[in-house]
Nanobody, 127 residues
């Protein structure tokens, strides 16, 4: 069983920045972030393979604004969110799992592939 502990999140104005962190209790080969706004499905945001290369994958809606990174030694993944928009408002969830080495974002964005989840952290962006 892998425990995921998230931190960060909060409320900012549009154009602002936030940083989320997720620390894992054990290794899995992939971690990422999903988000879910009220009345909407859970959406994959960004994913990173837990290797020294740290290959990353992003949803089109966040490319160029969000950056996922990792500290392998600390078993922690970060999501740096810049140029935030009101439509980024959601609960953000860290997820981890053993994921095959896919080469495209959509393969990582299926929440059913991830058995381990954090408790969620709220991000609110006001206009």
């Amino acid at each position: 069983e892998v425990q995921l502990v998230e931190s960060g999140g909060g409320s900012v104005q549009a154009g602002g920045s936030l940083r989320l962190s997720c620390k894992a209790s054990a290794y899995t080969n992939c971690m990422g972030w999903f988000r879910q706004a009220p009345g909407k499905e859970r959406e994959g945001v960004a994913f990173i393979r837990r290797t020294t290369a740290g290959t990353t994958f992003y949803a089109d809606s966040v490319k160029g604004r969000f950056t996922i990174s990792q500290d392998l030694g600390e078993a922690t993944v970060y999501l740096e969110m810049n140029s935030l928009k009101p439509e980024d408002t959601a609960m953000y969830y860290c997820a981890a799992g053993k994921i095959a080495n896919y080469a495209y974002y959509s393969a990582y964005a299926d929440p059913l592939k991830y058995p381990y989840w954090g408790q969620g952290t709220r991000v609110t962006v006001s206009s």
